[in-house]
């Protein structure tokens, strides 16, 4: 049988690379999804390679309580109770030092991040059936940090202590709990910040990240993909209040 066979899964930040790639992972594996972000437009442009019997969409933003409750609420009328939730929505606010940093992004990165996960774990966990599953997406700055990164590196920190709380009191209906860390990806998200890491530095971003990965390489969506599969499947089934690096060796 397939590792997700009818379970119905909510993937946040659903239109970026990972949530995408994630979502169709899932799928493969017989899942039921829910794609979510903030724009329609978007979402029905991600679903089109989707399988559309396994696949609804609905626009929220995750800093907002009422869309996500609105969200979990058109999640269960759609498929049921849900069985994993997928908080990987995220923003990479800007490149700055500390004492540069504008106050209003700062704000709004630890929004988005922290409150968001917050949000979509709180209002997800009454209708989640016992047994099931949280993935936070982190980053490898959640464990590490990275000059100019104060605003991301904080949040990302943040998200581990909300993933080990809930790790310990969802326990005993058998959710499991884990965040996801991955290095840099291939994608938009990672070269909107290697250009600020090479605005700020004078230097080539994406380079300076390769020589410091020892894969010497930034990751593919679809290999992070995998990783997230596995924390949503039950072959991670006594791995919870865990952080998974899936950095190319960074943090070894």
Do not use: H, N, W
């Given at each position: 049988m397939a590792l997700l066979q009818d379970?119905?899964?909510?993937?946040?930040?659903?239109t970026g690379s990972l949530g995408l790639?994630?979502?169709?992972?899932?799928?493969?594996?017989?899942?039921?999804?829910?794609?979510t972000d903030l724009r329609q437009a978007d979402l029905?442009?991600?679903a089109e390679g989707l399988p559309a019997t396994r696949v609804e969409t609905f626009a929220a933003d995750v800093t907002d309580a009422a869309a996500v409750k609105a969200l979990i609420a058109a999640t269960v009328a759609r498929f049921g109770k849900i069985d994993v939730v997928f908080s990987n929505a995220g923003i990479q606010g800007v490149v700055a030092p500390a004492t540069n940093?504008?106050?209003?992004v700062f704000a709004r990165v630890l929004d988005v991040h922290v409150k968001g996960a917050f949000n979509v774990c709180k209002y997800a966990l009454p209708q989640m059936n016992d047994g099931g599953r949280i993935i936070i997406t982190s980053s490898v700055v959640g464990a590490t940090a990275a000059p100019g990164s104060i605003a991301y590196a904080t949040a990302k920190h943040a998200q581990v202590?909300?993933?080990?709380?809930?790790?310990?009191?969802?326990?005993?209906?058998?959710?499991?709990?884990n965040t996801l860390h991955p290095g840099p990806i291939d994608n938009e998200f990672q070269t909107e910040i290697e250009r600020g890491i090479?605005?700020?530095?004078?230097?080539?971003?994406?380079?300076?990240?390769n020589q410091m990965i020892p894969l010497h390489r930034h990751a593919k969506p679809e290999e992070v993909a995998g990783s997230a599969l596995y924390l949503a499947s039950s072959l991670s089934g006594f791995v919870t209040g865990a952080r998974l690096m899936v950095d190319g060796g960074m943090t070894s």
């Open positions: 379970q119905v899964c909510i993937v946040t930040g659903g790639a994630s979502a169709r992972r899932f799928c493969d594996e017989g899942a039921k999804v829910m794609l029905a442009r991600a940093y504008p106050d209003d202590g909300l993933m080990r709380t809930l790790a310990r009191e969802v326990a005993g209906r058998g959710i499991r709990v090479g605005k700020m530095a004078g230097i080539d971003g994406t380079q300076m990240l």
